[in-house]
């Protein structure tokens, strides 16, 4: 065959190729003799760092970002007068969010107020009464004592007549006439002392209605007090300062107690809720450090810190909690909800940070490695009782 032919020139010899690999330039052997090594440290380092250091860091894209909602509702029912806020504003703690018609609850507090006079009248009364019945016992002592001076003077006029009239001194008219002035003293005295009787009767009377008018007055008042409050309750504040969200309430709009009117989301308190896999939170502990990155904001990176572990699973606090004892069994793995506070956020950060958003989590757990030491040396060296046995 022709040398010039350039099929021919483009077919080469296997033993010229093999020559040509083993005649490699010395610069792209070094290349690749560093791209080698360079790998292989590199290899090593990140197994290093993931012994070390990357198997305890447990992350999640199963969170969102929570904020504790204030939920304001009225306790009264009534016509909406005012609503004086805007949807999405920001509020002050304070503000008044809602008004109602307080002509009802008005006229209720004048009727506490009405009663209150007429029970404060009555206990007047009740005194002035009293007093009159206290006068009324003295004048019935006085009468008492005048007719036992009476008796004992009848009495005595008898024992004087007696023996005259035996002996013929005094006729026996005035004898009998001593006599009979006697007993109408002793009866006078029984009826003085039976309306002695009656006063001291009346007093006990008249102490009970007293403390009757008292308790009315209470009553009176408790109801004035109760009318106040429901008044007060006509006027709906914010009672922490944040934004007003979820507005469903209008003016003229009759609502009943308890109807939510509007929901206000804090300025401050944001919180991250990370529903970790159970094969997870082994190691996790309060305290540990952890990064949030938010999809809103891909490019920042909120730092906080585990706050709290919910002590169970999401499906063990569901409404319907699964029964796993029935049927055939299929094992899930189970979520477990953790609470992680943020740093404080500056103002910009909490304008970013509304409730829902999603977020990735990722929690250094290794302060929980000495814990995981210790159970397993634990384990090593058996329980106690394993041991005395």
Not at 3 to 14: E, K, L, R, Y
Not at 338 to 350: D, G, M, T
């Amino acid at each position: 065959m022709n040398s010039t032919d350039p099929v021919a020139a483009d077919v080469q010899d296997p033993d010229e190729g093999g020559e040509a690999r083993q005649g490699m330039p010395p610069a792209r052997r070094r290349v690749l003799l560093t791209l080698l090594a360079v790998t292989v440290i590199g290899g090593i380092g990140w197994f290093l760092d993931y012994h070390f250091r990357g198997r305890y860091f447990e992350g999640t894209n199963n969170a969102y970002v929570h904020i504790d909602q204030v939920a304001i509702s009225s306790k009264l029912a009534g016509f909406v007068t005012d609503v004086p806020v805007a949807d999405n504003a920001v509020v002050p703690e304070g503000t008044l969010l809602v008004s109602l018609d307080p002509t009802d609850f008005r006229t209720r507090a004048a009727s506490a107020d009405a009663g209150i006079a007429a029970a404060l009248s009555q206990g007047q009364v009740t005194s002035a009464t009293l007093a009159e019945a206290q006068a009324a016992i003295s004048e019935a002592e006085a009468g008492v004592r005048a007719a036992r001076a009476d008796l004992d003077y009848a009495a005595r006029e008898v024992a004087r007549y007696t023996p005259l009239a035996a002996s013929g001194a005094e006729p026996r008219e005035k004898l009998s006439q001593r006599q009979a002035e006697r007993d109408r003293a002793s009866a006078q005295l029984a009826a003085r002392q039976a309306q002695l009787d009656i006063a001291r009767r009346r007093i006990a009377t008249i102490s009970a209605q007293e403390g009757q008018a008292r308790a009315q007055t209470g009553l009176a008042r408790a109801e004035k007090e109760a009318a106040t409050n429901d008044l007060a309750r006509t006027t709906l504040k914010a009672p922490v300062a944040g934004r007003v969200a979820d507005k469903s309430v209008r003016v003229g709009q009759f609502v009943q107690p308890g109807v939510r009117l509007l929901t206000l989301v804090p300025l401050k308190g944001v919180y991250v809720e990370a529903n970790f896999k159970e094969t997870q939170v082994g190691l996790m502990r309060p305290g540990q450090p952890a990064e949030v990155r938010i999809d809103a904001l891909p490019d920042v990176v909120f730092h906080g810190v585990v706050e709290s572990i919910t002590p169970g699973t999401g499906a063990n606090f569901s409404l319907i909690p699964p029964e796993n004892a029935t049927g055939n069994f299929t094992k899930i793995v189970q979520r477990v909800p953790v609470r992680i506070r943020l740093e404080p956020l500056s103002e910009a950060a909490r304008r970013a940070l509304v409730p829902g958003l999603s977020v990735e989590v990722e929690v250094d757990t290794r302060s929980g490695r000495e814990e995981l030491e210790m159970l397993r040396a634990e384990q090593e060296r058996g329980s106690p009782d394993k041991t005395s046995q």
